[in-house]
């Protein structure tokens, strides 16, 4: 594909999805209620909608819309599903059999987990007629994914309209979870997320990647490529680009200055740097009541780290001393938002 091509091609998927903000088709699919027969509920959502894209968008925005997610069944941890069967055919049944189950089950209780997004979305597009794929893969959710796959523990979909991949995760896009200290989920928060629909594959996967991608069409991202990005908070995801390093995992020598440099949408008033050498001390604690207390001690405490801004181009330096260094943490206004991990030479 040519670059004057692929140029033309990313405006012109920019303006669509960029000027067709859906909120007509939002306001149908969150108006229309589900009564027990699910093919009733894809034709009332897409039988006024000329294309696929138009009919994805509305069996997303329903199911975002009303479906929540079971923070109390992922509390209870991962239950693998086996099935035994002699033969294919037997497995098949028995596969669609628990499917089935489970979207009834999820339509039931307006709620699930992310298989249950993912089944239910990909049910409702067979039934549409729109090609769809319910994809089971690594997330990157905690710093220390850096380096590696992350977890094996999530699902997601994507839909092939005239022969182009778009990527969902239905799951994420309908809000998100609280946690305890002990990062026991507390409580869900449905808050949509169009981030995550139809996400651009450079992005995507930033912290997905399907357990087998030679079944998604035109995936062209190796798992190599995957795991060696830096880390990023994924609440940044939409408003950052790494410029440098953009490899996750550094080589460096004694003596070197890595320029680190990134494209922001947002303004940053504070920039630090933890490492596994020093780290700046935190200055909330939560007592025994779950209250949180402020350190003015540690506060005052704090180390920054000099920046230049040009435009939304952050760029600093910073110098390897020490061989021990293992890794980076870069913190936006005392959060974690980018990790890279270092290998001395």
Not at 159 to 174: E, R
Not at 198 to 225: A, M
Not at 301 to 319: A, D, M, R, V
Not at 320 to 325: A, C, D, F, H, S
Request: charged residues 25%; hydrophobic residues 35%; proline residues 3%.
């Amino acid at each position: 594909m040519s670059k004057i091509f692929q140029v033309i091609l990313l405006l012109s998927f920019s303006f669509f999805f960029g000027q067709n903000n859906f909120r007509k088709i939002d306001s149908i699919a969150v108006s229309t209620k589900y009564k027990g027969n699910l093919n009733q509920l894809v034709n009332n959502l897409t039988q006024n909608l000329d294309n696929e894209i138009d009919k994805t968008r509305a069996i997303y925005s329903w199911i975002v819309e009303n479906i929540n997610y079971d923070y109390k069944l992922f509390n209870k941890g991962k239950q693998t599903i086996t099935f035994k069967c002699k033969t294919k055919t037997d497995c098949n049944i028995q596969k669609q059999e628990f499917e089935n189950n489970l979207i009834e089950k999820v339509l039931r209780k307006k709620k699930g987990v992310c298989s249950g997004y993912s089944t239910l979305f990909k049910k409702m597009c067979d039934i549409a007629k729109i090609q769809c794929l319910n994809i089971d893969g690594y997330v990157k959710t905690k710093s220390s994914h850096v380096g590696n796959t992350g977890v094996l523990d999530h699902a997601w979909n994507a839909v092939i309209i005239d022969n182009q991949t778009y990527f969902l995760d239905l799951t994420w896009a309908s809000g998100y979870c609280e946690n305890d200290t002990k990062g026991k989920l507390t409580n869900f928060v449905k808050k949509k997320n169009d981030f995550y629909w139809f996400t651009p594959i450079e992005k995507f996967t930033i912290d997905h990647f399907p357990k087998n991608p030679e079944k998604v069409l035109n995936f062209e991202i190796s798992k190599d490529e995957y795991k060696n990005q830096p880390f990023i908070d994924n609440n940044i995801i939409p408003l950052i680009k790494i410029l440098n390093p953009t490899q996750g995992i550094l080589k460096p020598k004694i003596g070197d200055s890595i320029t680190f440099k990134f494209e922001y949408s947002k303004n940053i008033e504070k920039l630090q740097i933890n490492t596994n050498l020093k780290r700046n001390p935190k200055f909330y604690y939560t007592n025994k009541n779950g209250e949180r207390i402020f350190n003015q001690k540690n506060y005052d405490k704090q180390e920054y780290s000099p920046f230049t801004k040009n435009g939304n181009i952050y760029e600093f330096t910073y110098l390897i001393e020490n061989k021990e260094l293992r890794y980076i943490e870069i913190f936006f206004d005392y959060n974690m938002k980018i990790k890279y991990l270092v290998r001395i030479d």
